[in-house]
């Protein structure tokens, strides 16, 4: 390589680096909190009209993936929010940002992921990624807030590890509402409330919802997950239990619980399934389908005792053996 073309390779070194790095002081790409876009009207990917932002309330941007390992999490997030605060006026969007250009493959592999996912929120394909590079994203996931003429009110980039709480406290705040107790403060009972981890109350709360909708078998698995994230946290526990016996706690409902809890990895929670008299009272649909139809009839001449005869209260392990004994037959 001769001199001049040695030069040349470095000019051009310099001008790809001058382009790619920001000046100091260049304004931030796209809008910035306090500015404001033009509202408009979107499709959904189900062909639905929807006013962007809303006309009344805030609408909360939800810019997402299907290659973003952390897209589903933040999903699931705005989803279990999209429900809770549904009466404070809020309005979720969902806007798929996959490829600068969609093929017909693209649009199902996104048909797809909603389907696996369960995405309930409504999902805007950005065709040409126009609001994508007109609001100026960065990361995927970003959380944008909107007011109805148009100003960005609040912009989160990505999903760390404290973005739930975060993102909570700063919607709450946004919608002038109360702040919900927090899980370190003291429960009626005078103990410090449990706080799960590794995201465990998200899954249960999706988990809740599903449940509440009439999709036991959906539910039980975001229950699964949640004990996978936290054995310790209790509540997922207690909600398989009322999916499993809402017909009646018989040896087989217990028998089906404990090999779902030992299949999914989870030994360590079997002893920790309470006993009749303590078992929380159940809730939901009836239609939890987690026992046997016409177990429920039988359930008093096969019910384990809760004590030996000398008067020793027995685990819930030591009544599941007893009951196989009694019923091996």
Avoid: C
């Amino acid at each position: 390589m001769n001199r001049s073309t040695k030069a040349a390779v470095v000019t051009a070194v310099i001008i790809v680096i001058t382009l790619a790095v920001p000046a100091v002081g260049q304004p931030e790409r796209g809008i910035v909190v306090g500015q404001r876009i033009e509202p408009r009207q979107v499709r959904t990917i189900e062909r639905e009209k929807m006013d962007l932002p809303a006309r009344e309330g805030l609408t909360v941007l939800l810019f997402w993936s299907t290659w973003s390992p952390r897209s589903s999490s933040a999903i699931g997030i705005w989803q279990d929010y999209a429900e809770r605060y549904k009466d404070n006026g809020i309005t979720v969007i969902s806007v798929n940002a996959d490829n600068q250009r969609m093929e017909e493959a693209d649009v199902q592999g996104v048909r797809d992921y909603i389907a696996e996912n369960q995405v309930t929120l409504p999902v805007v394909v950005d065709e040409g990624l126009e609001l994508f590079n007109e609001i100026g994203v960065i990361v995927l996931p970003t959380t944008m807030f909107f007011m109805p003429d148009g100003t960005l009110d609040y912009k989160y980039a990505g999903l760390p590890s404290s973005a739930q709480l975060d993102m909570q406290e700063d919607l709450e705040a946004k919608l002038g509402i109360a702040k919900e107790p927090a899980l370190e403060e003291k429960s009626a009972g005078g103990k410090l409330a449990y706080q799960p981890k590794n995201n465990a109350l998200l899954f249960y709360n999706m988990g809740k919802r599903l449940h509440e909708k009439g999709f036991p078998e959906k539910a039980k698995a975001k229950y699964i997950e949640s004990l996978q994230r936290d054995l310790e946290y209790t509540d997922p526990l207690r909600a398989l239990e009322s999916l499993f016996f809402a017909n009646g706690r018989t040896p087989e409902n217990e028998k089906r619980l404990v090999n779902l809890l030992t299949a999914s990895g989870l030994k360590g929670a079997v002893g920790r399934i309470s006993d009749e008299e303590d078992a929380p009272e159940i809730e939901g649909p009836a239609a939890a389908q987690g026992s046997v139809p016409g177990e429920a009839a039988q359930m008093d001449q096969r019910a384990a005792p809760a004590s030996t005869p000398a008067g020793k209260k027995l685990t819930p392990m030591e009544r599941m053996k007893l009951l196989m004994e009694k019923n091996k037959d």
